[in-house]
């Protein structure tokens, strides 16, 4: 791959971005209170606090929508760290830009390794859970990419802090980089961007579900243990004094009003029915609320289906159909 420049943006100018209120018309993330947050001492607090009966504001699709602007002409500055073959496939692993000021996002790119074919393949990008560990979906991926599709699996961490500053700059930065994937396997040459999937585990989940709402170019996406209410989980995991203001400011990024907007795409909704980290509330609310085609498989497990073997077979059903693969 070329190496190229990248637009830098000053982590402490994007951290103001994103606490602009709204009402200021800003371009990132909506006003969430104090820049810094008062975490509870008690490190159980997580397993007990129940921030359910609170529902933050809405906001207008219209203003969430500015939370993930970024010049989608600008350099992804992708870099080639490794390259190798073996098993089908060809392997390269890369660092590629957000624009935002992450400049060494680490992604594997699969694809079939067929000696001299010209072949413009469909693509799909996964995003991992929040450990962001690529090599979780890695046989997943090789497995898609020996049916002739371009993947890629972004390597992108949500940690919980506290902070709703921190933690919202986080997530609008991750589907930012989400979307800079589609961009970058777009424009390789061996891609046909008239067909293009996502696929995510639990955050990975949450960001597809917003993604949605923002990529007309997305033709069929799976949420594996996804949940309508994102930020509940982000927020049980430290407990900030002041959780009314972490739940205003990281709800901007709860489902419902991104799976509400409607488009020419297909979802396939993953649940285990034995899921201790998504409640069934939030299982069906987020089910009732994607629009358009749809549907809904629950599997005899628990939150994990990155490895469960029913669901690795019904992704890959749902892609063959929707991505039209041989």
């Known amino acids: 791959m070329r190496r190229r420049g990248v637009l830098h943006i000053g982590v402490t100018g994007l951290a103001a971005m994103l606490v602009q209120a709204c009402s200021e018309g800003s371009t990132t993330t909506p006003g969430a209170g104090s820049g810094s947050a008062s975490l509870t001492a008690d490190p159980q607090a997580g397993s007990t606090f129940d921030p359910s009966g609170y529902v933050p504001p809405a906001v207008p699709i219209a203003e969430l929508k500015k939370l993930y602007n970024y010049d989608k002409g600008s350099t992804l500055n992708a870099q080639l760290t490794d390259k190798r073959s073996g098993d ?24 079939a390794d067929i000696p001299g074919d010209t072949l413009r393949m469909p693509a799909v990008v996964f995003g991992t859970g929040p450990d962001g560990n690529r090599d979780t979906l890695l046989d997943e991926a090789t497995a898609l ?20 500053s921190a933690d919202a700059k986080v997530v609008a930065n991750a589907v930012v980089a989400q979307r800079r994937a589609f961009d970058l396997l777009i424009r390789r040459t061996d891609c046909d961007g008239s067909r293009v999937g996502y696929a995510g585990h639990h955050s990975g989940a949450a960001l597809g579900a917003v993604l949605l709402g923002l990529e007309s170019r997305i033709t069929g ?94 992704r890959t059903a749902f892609f063959k159909q929707v991505l039209r693969l041989k």
């Open 145 to 164: 990419a020996r049916m002739g599709t371009l993947v890629m699996v972004t390597s992108l961490p949500i940690k919980p802090t506290g902070d709703p």
């Open 221 to 314: 996406a799976v949420l594996s243990a996804g949940t309508s209410r994102f930020s509940r989980w982000m927020v049980k995991q430290k407990v900030p004094q002041d959780w009314h203001a972490y739940l205003d400011s990281l709800a901007r990024f709860d489902a419902g009003p991104y799976v509400a907007v409607g488009g020419k795409r297909s979802v396939l909704l993953q649940f285990g029915k034995r899921d201790a980290v998504v409640p069934e509330a939030e299982r069906a609310e987020l089910a009732a609320a994607v629009a358009g085609a749809k549907q809904r498989k629950d599997y005899d497990t628990g939150h994990d289906l990155a490895r469960f073997a029913d669901a690795t077979a019904d």
């Open 88 to 111: 089908g496939v060809i392997l390269e692993d890369i660092t590629y830009s957000d624009t935002r000021g992450n400049d060494e996002i680490p992604a594997y790119v699969v694809s």
